[in-house]
């Protein structure tokens, strides 16, 4: 297992190396001269653009910017928001529980519904339902999501009035952040009805956010369900006469898992992406809202931490589903230490 | 030589026939490549169908709702947005940009990938680590928000949006292509042709080469579809195409403030996003089962 850990761990160092690359490219690129942009419209002489140069240590070769780069961010110092003058990481991390919370909602939306609608489509394999759910499936595929919430805003909130537009409470509670998320901390507060509020807000990002890994799952499920029907041990188990129901729940579901565990593991940077507009509709302060405001605000060092750290959160969440694949399936952890 | 022609083409004939065959077993497949035929004909004809100029401002009919609704007009069918521009015709127009993004997506990314993968296979080494590291970087990113901040460096616009896609989809194709030249770098009719003394080039993309389409082609469908999608999404996030260019996201976008008053110029190019893409995903669908070797068997 140690042995599994390690061996994925050296895989990333190149990515991280990469990724650290590219964040510190990116400022690099960018057109105008930062100089010109620190002073503002007054300019500045010759030799306070070499003295203002220095400071910024750009005076020295491309490389040692680089390093110094990259001990900056191995220190957790990734630069300062030019718009709030605060940390981007502290910035980051103050928004970050309302992305994941967003995230894991939708995932948990997307599994519970997906699964079990995937099982049924294989069990019924040619039926009406089978092509009923690989159609609706289909089509939640093909969703452009950033129009599918403001459809459910024009349906759930404006014509029948059951959701909020925006937010993640009300206005009228006053709940302090614990552990910044929403439904926990308004349990913890005893504001009454905020945890109801708080779900309220929740429900159409969830759902949208969840569209596509729904249609994924869904799909995934079922080709994976398929696969184990055929397979010798399955019908070994129906011959024994043991009943429909047992031989899904116990010889195939555990097959099934295998699939979901890797679709998840697939899923985040789609979420992560997904979080950018479903954010932007939803106003909801996370992180995917934080990162297009600074996009536009020309908050380039916001922009730069933030691209590392969400590659960075990416890397870590595939390394905790490889390493939870590894437990599901032991098979894989055998064939990749022996290679 | 008259002969082999001849011979050749049958076979690529009969390849066409069997190809067609296996596609039109399914019925939602051959739907889905009727209306992407469909659609591309109004790409192509947009000036000939549309019933208005797409940028045209008819003042006194602004906010017009669909013709079915009370007070709609026959000749604005969709209604018309805020400033009375008809939302079909801007729709129309807006197929080209959103097809021609999705071509241009599709071509830069998979030329770009499959070049790259070709010789990532064939030649290893320190450039194969080189190549595949890069890929993993990119793909280390959400796509999404690696081509906002390419657009950022860029700046923003439709072609700027579009290389910017380009690029975070490439390592799919480059990933694709490497894994199936190195499952075709060691099989007889490589070895047999290097014997003769086919130049590199010649192996990788005469022998090889055409042997690693058959993924590449379904991978190239849906990217075309996903390529749709997310250039609308950067249309709708402000950093595609600027507004007034009849984009199909930049069309959600300038009316997202209507969405109250005027629903129907948000709903309606959400629909046209959406039943291109499931067309085109109904057919690449369709692509993947009649060339996947291991359904054709059964």
Same mark, same amino acid.
């Given at each position: 297992?140690?042995?599994?850990?390690?061996?994925?761990?050296?895989?990333?160092?190149?990515?991280?190396?990469?990724?650290?690359?590219?964040?510190?490219?990116?400022?690099?690129?960018?057109?105008?001269?930062?100089?010109?942009?620190?002073?503002?419209?007054?300019?500045?002489?010759?030799?306070?653009?070499?003295?203002?140069?220095?400071?910024?240590?750009? =005076?020295?070769?491309?490389?040692?910017?680089?390093?110094?780069?990259?001990?900056?961010?191995?220190?957790?110092?990734?630069?300062?928001?030019?718009?709030?003058?605060?940390?981007?990481?502290?910035?980051? *991390?103050?928004l970050?529980p309302a992305t994941?919370e967003l995230?894991?909602?939708?995932?948990?939306?997307?599994?519970?519904?997906?699964?079990?609608?995937?099982? @049924?489509?294989? $069990?019924?394999?040619?039926?009406?339902?089978?092509?009923? !759910?690989?159609? !609706?499936?289909?089509?939640?595929?093909?969703?452009?999501?950033?129009?599918?919430g403001?459809?459910?805003i024009?349906?759930?909130s404006? &014509?029948?009035?059951?959701t909020p537009v925006s937010g993640r409470l009300s206005f009228l509670f006053d709940v =302090?952040p614990?552990?910044g998320?929403m439904l926990?901390d308004t349990?913890?507060?005893?504001?009454?009805?905020s945890?109801l509020n708080a779900l309220h807000h929740l429900i159409l990002p969830t759902?949208v956010?969840?569209?596509?890994?729904?249609?994924? @799952?869904?799909?995934?499920?079922?080709?994976?369900? $398929?696969?184990?029907?055929?397979? =010798?041990?399955?019908?070994?188990?129906?011959?024994?006469?043991?009943?429909?129901?047992?031989?899904?729940?116990?010889?195939?579901?555990?097959?099934?898992?295998? &699939?979901?565990?890797?679709?998840?593991?697939?899923?985040?940077?789609?979420?992560?992406?997904?979080?950018?507009?479903t954010e932007t509709i939803f106003g909801w302060p996370g992180?995917g809202k934080w990162?297009?405001f600074? !996009?536009?605000?020309?908050?380039?060092?916001?922009?730069?931490?933030?691209?590392?750290?969400?590659?960075?959160? !990416?890397?870590?969440?595939?390394?905790?589903?490889?390493?939870?694949?590894?437990?599901?399936?032991?098979?894989?952890?055998?064939?990749?230490?022996?290679? | 030589?008259?002969?082999?022609?001849?011979?050749?083409?049958?076979?690529?004939?009969?390849?066409?026939?069997? *190809?067609?065959?296996?596609?039109?077993?399914?019925?939602?497949?051959?739907?889905?490549?009727? *209306?992407?035929?469909?659609?591309?004909?109004?790409?192509?004809?947009? =000036?000939?169908?549309?019933?208005?100029? %797409?940028?045209?401002?008819?003042?006194? *009919?602004?906010? $017009?709702?669909?013709?079915?609704?009370?007070?709609?007009?026959?000749?604005?069918?969709?209604?018309?947005?805020?400033?009375?521009?008809?939302?079909?015709?801007?729709?129309?127009?807006?197929?080209?940009?959103?097809?021609?993004?999705?071509?241009?997506?599709?071509?830069?990314?998979?030329?770009?990938?499959?070049?790259?993968?070709?010789?990532?296979? #064939?030649?290893?080494?320190?450039?194969?680590?080189?190549?595949?590291?890069?890929?993993? &970087?990119?793909?280390?990113?959400?796509?999404?928000?690696?081509?906002?901040?390419?657009?950022?460096?860029?700046?923003?616009?439709?072609?700027?949006?579009?290389?910017?896609?380009?690029?975070?989809?490439?390592?799919?194709?480059?990933? $694709?292509?490497?894994?199936?030249?190195?499952?075709?770098?060691?099989?007889? #009719?490589?070895?047999?042709?290097?014997?003769?003394?086919?130049?590199?080039?010649?192996?990788?993309?005469?022998?090889?080469? %055409?042997?690693?389409?058959?993924?590449?082609?379904?991978?190239?469908?849906?990217?075309?579809?996903?390529?749709?999608?997310?250039?609308?999404?950067?249309?709708?996030?402000?950093?595609?195409?600027?507004?007034?260019?009849?984009?199909?996201?930049?069309?959600?976008?300038?009316?997202?403030?209507?969405?109250?008053?005027?629903?129907?110029?948000?709903?309606?190019?959400?629909?046209?996003?959406?039943?291109?893409?499931?067309?085109?995903?109904?057919?690449?669908?369709?692509?993947?089962?009649?060339?996947?070797?291991?359904?054709?068997?059964?």
């Amino acid at each position: 297992m140690l042995r599994f850990l390690i061996n994925r761990l050296m895989l990333l160092v190149p990515v991280f190396i990469g990724v650290t690359v590219v964040a510190f490219g990116f400022i690099r690129v960018l057109p105008g001269d930062p100089v010109e942009v620190l002073a503002g419209e007054r300019g500045v002489s010759a030799e306070k653009r070499v003295e203002i140069l220095a400071n910024l240590g750009l =005076d020295k070769p491309v490389w040692q910017q680089y390093l110094t780069y990259l001990n900056d961010v191995l220190h957790g110092n990734l630069g300062v928001s030019v718009k709030t003058n605060r940390p981007v990481v502290e910035e980051f *991390f103050e928004l970050f529980p309302a992305t994941a919370e967003l995230a894991i909602c939708a995932i948990i939306f997307a599994v519970i519904i997906g699964v079990p609608a995937g099982i @049924i489509a294989a $069990l019924k394999r040619g039926s009406k339902i089978d092509q009923g !759910i690989m159609g !609706i499936s289909l089509i939640g595929y093909s969703m452009p999501i950033f129009w599918w919430g403001l459809l459910l805003i024009i349906l759930f909130s404006n &014509t029948l009035n059951l959701t909020p537009v925006s937010g993640r409470l009300s206005f009228l509670f006053d709940v =302090d952040p614990v552990t910044g998320f929403m439904l926990i901390d308004t349990l913890l507060s005893d504001e009454k009805g905020s945890f109801l509020n708080a779900l309220h807000h929740l429900i159409l990002p969830t759902v949208v956010l969840g569209t596509i890994p729904l249609a994924v @799952i869904a799909r995934q499920t079922r080709s994976a369900m $398929l696969e184990v029907l055929s397979e =010798d041990y399955v019908r070994t188990a129906r011959a024994k006469g043991l009943s429909t129901f047992r031989v899904v729940t116990i010889h195939a579901l555990r097959n099934a898992m295998i &699939t979901v565990v890797t679709v998840i593991g697939l899923m985040v940077a789609i979420l992560l992406a997904g979080a950018i507009l479903t954010e932007t509709i939803f106003g909801w302060p996370g992180i995917g809202k934080w990162i297009i405001f600074s !996009i536009f605000a020309r908050d380039y060092y916001a922009v730069q931490g933030g691209l590392l750290l969400i590659a960075i959160t !990416i890397m870590t969440v595939n390394l905790i589903v490889d390493l939870l694949y590894g437990f599901i399936n032991p098979r894989i952890l055998h064939q990749k230490n022996k290679s | 030589m008259n002969h082999s022609a001849v011979s050749s083409k049958s076979t690529l004939g009969q390849q066409w026939q069997e *190809f067609w065959f296996y596609f039109s077993v399914s019925k939602t497949a051959v739907a889905g490549l009727v *209306f992407l035929v469909l659609v591309v004909f109004v790409a192509l004809f947009a =000036d000939v169908i549309s019933p208005h100029e %797409p940028a045209e401002q008819y003042r006194q *009919f602004a906010k $017009l709702p669909p013709a079915w609704k009370e007070g709609g007009q026959m000749q604005f069918f969709l209604g018309t947005d805020y400033a009375g521009r008809d939302m079909l015709s801007r729709i129309i127009h807006g197929s080209r940009l959103s097809l021609l993004a999705g071509s241009i997506v599709v071509i830069l990314s998979l030329s770009i990938g499959v070049l790259l993968g070709l010789i990532a296979g #064939y030649r290893g080494g320190w450039l194969e680590i080189l190549i595949m590291r890069v890929m993993d &970087t990119i793909m280390a990113v959400p796509g999404l928000l690696l081509a906002l901040v390419l657009v950022a460096i860029l700046g923003p616009g439709l072609l700027n949006a579009m290389v910017a896609i380009a690029i975070t989809y490439t390592p799919y194709f480059v990933r $694709l292509t490497r894994a199936s030249t190195l499952s075709e770098l060691n099989r007889d #009719y490589v070895t047999a042709s290097k014997m003769t003394g086919a130049s590199s080039t010649r192996l990788m993309f005469v022998s090889i080469l %055409p042997n690693c389409m058959a993924p590449v082609i379904v991978q190239g469908t849906l990217s075309f579809s996903t390529a749709i999608l997310d250039t609308a999404a950067l249309g709708f996030l402000g950093m595609g195409a600027q507004a007034p260019t009849p984009e199909w996201g930049t069309l959600i976008a300038e009316n997202r403030d209507l969405i109250l008053n005027a629903p129907w110029t948000v709903t309606f190019p959400g629909i046209a996003i959406l039943l291109a893409v499931l067309a085109i995903n109904l057919v690449g669908d369709g692509l993947r089962d009649a060339l996947d070797p291991k359904l054709k068997r059964s």
